[in-house]
Structure formats: structure tokens, C-alpha cells
């Protein structure tokens, strides 16, 4: 019974992440429009809850182009190994307590999973724009590479004072281990995580890859119909995933009271959902000196301190008391950050060295 477990399983998660991201695209449009004050979609079915599907159905019906020059194989698969990863890291989310909670049960080393997979979207980027043959699509892509490898050091190295903490690589150990949310015992943690993730999502104020006012659209310039449609719910199933990701190491995951595990891990995900679409509203679009400063003189930096702070503590008898270390940690973070934003900080329009 084993295979009509996973079956129906991976037939959930499908339904589950498209599903989200359907929701999400129309919640998003939703609520920007309310933070810029002005009408959100709001013909297309009550609420304009149609929208998506009718976005999708005139998207799907346009003509698949491809360069004449570009490379034909290579401008097909590049969607598909954007998209797929997004889906492949919810095999081992934990969305509930027990032995059924994800695909692949408890796997020991479902956090180096996680990594791994969410690193090969990197690929597919960079593939679609050198298989365009087009300048504005090579420019996204080089920008991709530059933008997402910087900052999946940070964004792994937060991850590592969970993996310290928890004393395990499993996921549900992690979740287990949190008697406390990790949010709290690691605040500094977590906000490397967030941004980081935003970054690799390509999301505001971080969303340089595909900078419309710059290069077009980026490395998808050149991409229509269902391909661009790869990329374009790609994008929300890789945040719904971020989020997902999110929700299990630093809020607790399934853990909460009265309500039922499965009904908290939701609340939790929706939560990091709503505040990544927020961002989108309210900050300005950061520059390509910026972007890189930040990774790499303010949240290396902050990551590493993260991971000095737990290590000691996690070492020493007398500092692993719990609420001891979220009071450490929560002082330790606010200076941190107060003191790197100081020394990074921009002046006469260039961040200071």
C-alpha cells in the first residue's frame, strides 16, 4: 500500500501548491491594489476571483515563439527545470504530526534535501537566457547568477544554527525540538532567512532579474504561453515553498493548540505568504551595487554571528536554559544588525566600504 500512499500524496501536493499559488497571484493583485489605492482585478467573478483562471486561459492560448536563433531544446527545458524543484521540496515538508506527514517520511537529511533542490532553479534562469539569444535575456540571467548564488550563502548558513539548535538534519526533528519557536530563540536566524529567500525568489526589493524598466523582462524575455506561464506560477510556488520552508524551521511548524496540525501549519505558511506579498507593496527596488553590497557586507556577516552565538550557547551548560538563550539572542540580533547597518550604510548615493 506503500506506492497508493505516495500516490495520493504527490497527487495533494500538485493540488495543494498550484492551488496556493492560483490563490496567491489573486491575493497579491488584491492587496496591492489596496496598499497603492486603486482597483484591484475585480470583473472576472465576485472579488474578481476568476482573474487567474482567465489570465490562464488567454496565456495558454497564445503562441508558443522561440528565437530563430536560440537553441529550441534548451528554451523548452529551462521552464521545466525552474518550475519543478519548486514542487520537488514539499516531498519532505512535514505538514502534520506522524508517520504520513510528507512524502518521503522523516527523511535524516531533509534539510541538505531542501538546499540541494532549491539551488537547481538557478539553472533553469541562467538556461533560459542564454538559450533566447537575446542581450536582455543573457543580462537577467548573468544577473541571476550573480544575485541568487550570493545569496544562498547567507541563506544557508542561517540555516545552519537551526540544524545546531534542533541537533538534527531531519525535519521533523526540527519541528519536534521547538519548544519554543526557533523565531524567538534565533531572530537573527530568521531575518537572514527571510531576506535571503526574498532575494532568491527574485522578489521586491530584490526583483533585479527581471527589472521591466531595464532589461525587458529578463532572462524570460523571450518566453510565451505555457512556457512563460512555468515561470510565472514558478515564481509563487517557489514563495509558497520558501514559506513552507519557513513555517517548519522557525515557527514551529505543525505545533500550536486547539486547532488541528495540519490547520496551524497553514495559518503559519498563509502568514509568511501575506508578509513576502506586503513587502512587494511598500518597498522601493533596490541597485545592482546595493543588492551585492547587502548580501555580502550584511547578511554574511549577520549569519555568521548567528551561527558564533548558538554554537557558544549550545556549548555552554550554563547558557542552553531556553529562555536564556531567546533573551541573548533577541539582544545579541538587535545589536547585530544595528552595528552592520551602520558600517554598510549608503552615503552620496554609493554604500560605504
Do not use: C
Request: hydrophobic share 60%.
Amino acid at each position: 500500500m506503500d506506492w497508493l500512499h505516495w500516490i495520493a500524496f504527490a497527487v495533494f501536493i500538485v493540488v495543494f501548491v498550484l492551488g496556493m499559488s492560483m490563490f496567491g497571484i489573486w491575493l497579491e493583485r488584491r492587496g496591492v491594489a489596496r496598499l497603492q489605492m486603486r482597483p484591484g482585478p475585480n470583473r472576472a467573478g465576485p472579488l474578481g476571483l476568476l482573474q487567474p483562471v482567465a489570465d490562464a486561459v488567454k496565456i495558454l492560448l497564445k503562441e508558443d515563439i522561440v528565437p530563430e536563433r536560440g537553441d529550441r531544446l534548451l528554451h523548452t527545458l529551462a521552464p521545466i527545470v525552474a518550475f519543478v524543484p519548486a514542487l520537488m521540496v514539499f516531498a519532505v515538508v512535514p505538514f502534520w504530526r506522524g508517520e504520513g506527514a510528507g512524502l518521503v517520511p522523516d527523511m535524516n537529511i531533509g534539510l541538505v534535501y531542501l538546499v540541494a533542490i532549491s539551488s537547481i532553479s538557478i539553472v533553469g534562469a541562467f538556461t533560459a537566457g542564454w538559450a533566447s539569444n537575446n542581450k536582455y535575456s543573457l543580462m537577467g540571467a548573468m544577473r541571476s547568477m550573480a544575485q541568487m548564488v550570493s545569496y544562498e550563502v547567507p541563506l544557508v548558513l542561517s540555516l545552519v544554527g537551526v540544524a545546531l539548535a534542533a541537533g538534527s538534519l531531519s525535519l521533523v526533528r526540527i519541528v519536534e525540538a521547538q519548544s519554543v519557536p526557533f523565531i524567538l530563540l534565533q531572530p537573527l536566524g530568521f531575518l537572514v532567512y527571510f531576506l535571503a529567500a526574498l532575494a532568491e525568489l527574485n522578489r521586491t526589493p530584490f526583483d533585479l532579474l527581471e527589472a521591466e524598466s531595464e532589461i525587458v523582462a529578463g532572462y524570460h524575455t523571450e518566453y510565451s504561453g505555457m512556457k512563460f506561464v512555468m515561470f510565472y506560477l514558478g515564481e509563487y510556488t517557489h514563495t509558497l515553498a520558501a514559506a513552507a520552508i519557513g513555517a517548519t524551521l522557525f515557527l514551529g511548524g505543525w505545533k500550536g493548540p486547539l486547532l488541528p496540525p495540519f490547520l496551524w501549519f497553514l495559518i503559519k505558511v498563509f502568514a509568511l505568504f501575506v508578509v513576502i506579498f506586503w513587502i512587494r507593496g511598500t518597498l522601493p527596488r533596490l541597485r545592482v551595487d546595493q543588492l551585492m553590497a547587502f548580501a555580502w557586507k550584511f547578511l554574511l556577516p549577520l549569519a555568521l554571528v548567528n551561527i558564533f552565538l548558538v554554537a557558544v550557547e549550545m556549548s555552554t551548560q550554563s547558557l542552553r536554559t531556553l529562555w536564556v538563550m531567546v533573551a541573548v539572542n533577541i539582544v545579541a540580533g538587535v545589536l547585530a544588525v544595528y552595528l552592520f547597518s551602520r558600517l554598510g550604510r549608503v552615503r552620496g548615493g554609493r554604500v560605504a566600504v
